[in-house]
């Protein structure tokens, strides 16, 4: 059985960080990518950034680089995201996705039925 579990979010003041986790098990693959999305309150998911299984990074959110980071471990069943000054407008769930795929990740549009597997995602809340 796959799953993916996210941990990491809670409430948070404007300003300050906050460092996602999201932890893989039973992928039956030995190459899947992972992403990242959120979704606001009464908004629809939107992905965030992924990484491929060779490492290599792909941010959906151009709005994010500078304060968005993803990283994970070797083996590759645990990865991060790390959310630097946060914003009102980052409030929402966060979830952590994966599908197979060789080399490099899903490309919009349409990412959401791209990704195989989904976590029940863990809330971010960002008070002013």
């Known amino acids: 059985e796959v799953q993916l579990v996210e941990s990491g979010g809670g409430l948070v003041q404007a300003g300050g960080s906050l460092r996602l986790s999201c932890a893989a098990s039973?992928?039956?693959?030995?190459?899947?990518?992972i992403g990242w999305f959120r979704q606001a309150p009464g908004k629809k998911r939107e992905g965030v950034l992924c990484i491929s299984s060779t490492g290599s990074s792909l941010y959906y959110d151009d709005s994010v680089k500078d304060r968005f980071t993803f990283s994970d471990n070797n083996p590759k069943n645990r990865v991060y995201q790390q959310i630097n000054s946060l914003k009102p407008e980052d409030t929402g769930r966060y979830y952590c996705?994966?599908?197979?795929?060789?080399?490099?990740?899903?490309?919009?549009?349409?990412?959401?039925?791209?990704?195989?597997?989904w976590g029940q995602g863990t809330l971010v809340t960002v008070s002013e």
């Open positions: 039973g992928l039956p693959f030995d190459d899947y990518a």
């Open positions: 996705a994966a599908l197979t795929m060789e080399t490099g990740c899903p490309r919009p549009p349409n990412l959401y039925p791209q990704f195989e597997y």
